[in-house]
């Protein structure tokens, strides 16, 4: 357990964070989950799938499936275009097996030191905001950034759901 | 040098594991009464060289062993023996015990020698030069035995007990044991006598003594080097049991002996039913000598009360070990090995994933068992190797020359091309634009081939899987009373490697269930007016870009009322729900569910299937079952061909382009209208020539917008896949290239419909069509549509 601490204490100063804003809010993932960041590219849609997931690109041989967060969230959908930023990052599966995805964002906005004991827990809204996908809510300078549990964007139990609804 | 020695050694047990795969389907081929020179010279040739390899490594109990089956078998070579099933039982039982040995050896573990021991009463009770011997007086039999193991060979007792405070001292007896095990066969008993009751156990106390049997050439110095670490801990005896032998005079052996022989033959696992009397009295003491001479060591102060004790065996009676204590111990190995085989379940589960070395690996059983009582290092060690050899197996792979000779010629001329393009690309002139451009054709042709030649090394005639089925049928139709014909089909279809070893247990489970519960017992189907012997039928074929096997029995077939029952009383489904056999069959998958009357030692119905299931799936394939009742049972199962490369049509819906298996199209054509038509108001049909082919419109199954829309103005491809044929409607046809499947579940899921994906010249996605999962979509597009739009529904709500 003690060792435990020590990491987590090493940690605090070295955890860095990449925003990105959706709307008008800022989004930050943990820096080391992302791979890279691309511009909007054609996607091959899969049938049959919830309307947040854009379809499928291939990335360097690798098929890599693309989420709209905006849709994810509920959010209106916001028209694809030059601007469009496509975030690139690894996402531990349910068997722990790690996969990648990328993930559709308004724009990129800046990386930022974060210590773990900035994060607060998500103050719990009921059922007004599910926060199903947040880890907490961190604050750097005067702004409030939503920390994303990103594990949990393909995995979550909706999809399951409607998986399970396709199988039979 | 020791490199060199370790290689050959390898090259011994891999060429001897596979003569021993030889001699074991010689042996099923072999008929009863009538020995077949041929097939019985091979057999002999294999214990023949089995023996003289083990002599080379001083294996001398193997060769021992093999010596036996080899007299045997020379025996039945010329002509002292017709061909019994016994007989040939026994020979398959040698074939299983030289494994069992080799893979000990291989992995320098002790081997469990209780079986060897079995095995070898029973050979010798075939011997005719033996027979003589062991009718006329026990004593020859034992004056012999010491004869032929005393060559070098040595037997020690050691007794050690160990302070309570021995393993806080950081020693572990376990590895003491092991350092013994290397000098020779070695036999662990533990003395449970001082353990305290469960409230009173401190688990860091060591509350065991042990007696231990070494047999091999070994000083005592040797053994004393081996516990020097714990000199201080504990309590050691050290007895040199072979001189005590040899001082005895024959007669008191003979009695000890024979007093012995009531107690080791409970000893033995399974007690051979045709050895006689002495015969197993001699194979006991003969090569159990482990055991035996314990047995004469303690036996001798009671039974031989009235004859002379030799001094010498004053020690023993120090030992205090009570006369029953040995009886009940021998019992203990037994059932820890049972023990530890059950632990297998759990044990070689995260084998799988990652092999941990052995050694964790043992701990891991010990720890479970929760026993530093390790009565036999054997039962443990034999479960271990079990569990290591797939490892060993899987780091090499054989291929065949011609594969080889393949790749080496596609290399030459990928050479030549390569020198070709060098010289055009010297002093490059416009002039050689078409020399160059010849060139690069080549240079494809090459990568083509070359890739598909290293594809192929990887692809193994499914025979690796089927071949260990005629011995299993052979061993559990005998076990069960059941008459069973194998029959074996297409074993020539090829698979890829991992592929066909993930098959194998799915395969042996069925192969199993088939027997155990299919085929019926041969009164009753004499009775059901069907012919006495069942018929198995393992059957591979290529059908549609998938390998199908099929395992179909003329047994009994299901029992859909049971299932029925059983389904509704498990909770699984509504008394008033219709179903279909197709559901019905659904149940025998679900975990769990067994319709067996009584379960045998084989399994229940349905326990298992679950898992079978879940391994078909993670290959990509699919299993499902045709039932007739009283005519039998088939399990169809399809498995992709983990080819990653297969031909693939293009076609275009919509902005959409899929792909479809080439294998899998039957024909594509313009659809008349006249010749469709619609039932109930909703499915297609199409009257392809004297069929009703049922029509898919894939741009409604996945929501394609801009698709055609009209029948007319697209195309009907005809595909086939799992027996069915269905009519695809898709707008247009596109080129026909090799594609290479990429898989959609790496970083997202199996979407049915969707075998995988592949990168187009352009660079983007097209998405490979499943024939068959399209057409069980088909069969319920519907509902799913119609839930799957309440879903937005819901979602937009929010």
Known sequence: MSTNTNTSVAQIATNKYLTFVL??????????????????????????????????????????????????????????????VVVVVKVMGHSGRERIMGIVVDAVSDVYDVAESEIKPPP????????????????????????????????????????NIAKH | MSIDMTEVRQLFFEESFESLDTMESNLLDLQVGDADKDLINSIFRVVHSIKGGAGIFKFESMVGFAHTAETLLDEIRSGEHSVTQA?????????????????????????????VNTCLISLRGFLKTHETDTTTAPSAVVSAAPVFEKKSTQYWKIIFKPDESLLKTGNDPINLFNELALLGTLTVEAELDHLPTWQELVVQNCYLNWVLMLEGNVQRQHIEEIFEWVEGDCELTIIDLSAELVSNDAPTVEIAAESALESSSVESVTPPTVASEPIEAQGAIHSELSAAVSEVVDCAPETLEVSEVPDTFTPEESLEIPRNFEV????????????????????????????????????????????????????????????????????????????????????????????????????????KLAQLRDGLTQLERNTRELQKSVMRIRMLPISYSFNRFP????????????????????????????????????????????????????????????????????????????IMIQISDDGAGFDMKRIHEKAISSGLLNPDDPVTDEQLYEFIFHPGFSTASQISDLSGRGVGMDVVRRNIRSLGGSIDIRSIPGKGTTFNIRLPLTLAILDGQLVRVGEEIYILSLLSII????????????????????????????????????????????????????????????????????????????SLETNYKSVAGISGATILGDGSVALILDVAGLIKLSQTSVPIMRRLAKEREHEYQH
Request: aromatic share 4%.
């Open chain 2, 328 to 431: 009940s111990e021998s019992v203990t190995p037994e059932e820890t090995t049972a023990f530890t085989s059950e632990m297998d379940i759990s044990v070689t589960k995260p084998v799988d994933k990652a092999p941990p070395t052995p050694k964790i690996d043992k701990a891991e059983v010990e720890d479970a068992l929760g026993l530093k009582n390790q009565a036999t290092l054997n039962g443990t060690s034999a479960h271990l190797s079990a569990t290591n050899t797939p490892s060993s197996e899987a780091s090499s792979i054989r291929v065949s020359i011609d594969k080889i000779d393949d790749l080496i010629n596609i290399v030459g001329e990928l050479v030549i091309t390569q020198s070709m393009l060098d010289q055009v690309s010297e002093n490059f002139d416009f002039v």
């Open chain 2, 667 to 742: 024909e594509s054509l313009r659809v008349n209208s006249e010749q469709v038509n619609s039932l109930a108001g909703k499915a297609e049909v199409y009257k392809l020539r004297d069929d009703y082919i049922p029509v898919l419109r894939l741009y409604s199954l996945f929501n394609i917008p801009n698709a055609v829309t009209r029948l007319e103005e697209g195309l009907l491809v005809i595909i086939e896949g799992d027996g069915q044929r269905i009519g695809l409607f898709v707008d247009e046809l596109l080129s026909q290239q090799q594609i290479v499947i990429k």
């Open chain 1, 124 to 163: 719990d809204f009921g059922s007004v905001i599910s926060i199903e996908f947040i880890k907490g809510l961190a604050t750097v300078g005067e702004k409030m950034v939503i920390v994303l549990e990103i594990d949990r964007l393909l995995n979550s139990d909706e999809l399951a759901m409607i998986e």
């Open chain 2, 87 to 115: 007989m040939i039982d026994v020979l398959l039982q040698t074939v299983d015990v030289l494994r069992m040995m080799l893979t000990q050896l291989q992995a320098s573990e002790p081997y469990d020698e209780s079986s």
């Open chain 2, 471 to 546: 011995r299993l049928v052979h061993d559990l139709s005998v076990s069960l009373g059941k008459k069973v014909e194998l029959k074996m089909s297409g074993e020539h279809t090829e698979l890829d490697k991992t592929v066909l070893e993930k098959m194998s247990d799915p395969l042996v489970h069925l192969v199993r269930n088939a027997l155990d519960h299919g085929i019926e017992k041969p009164a009753e189907r004499l009775a059901a007016g069907k012919p006495e012997k069942g018929l198995l039928h393992l059957h591979a074929f290529h059908q549609g870009g998938n």
């Open chain 1, 23 to 84: 709307a008008t809010e800022e989004y930050a993932i943990d820096i080391l989950r992302v791979q890279e960041i691309k511009g909007w590219s054609k996607v091959t849609v899969i049938p049959n799938t919830p309307n947040y997931i854009c379809g499928v690109i291939n990335l360097r041989g690798t098929i890599v499936p693309i989420i709209d967060l905006r849709l994810r969230f509920n959010l209106e959908r916001l028209d694809y275009g030059q601007m469009t």
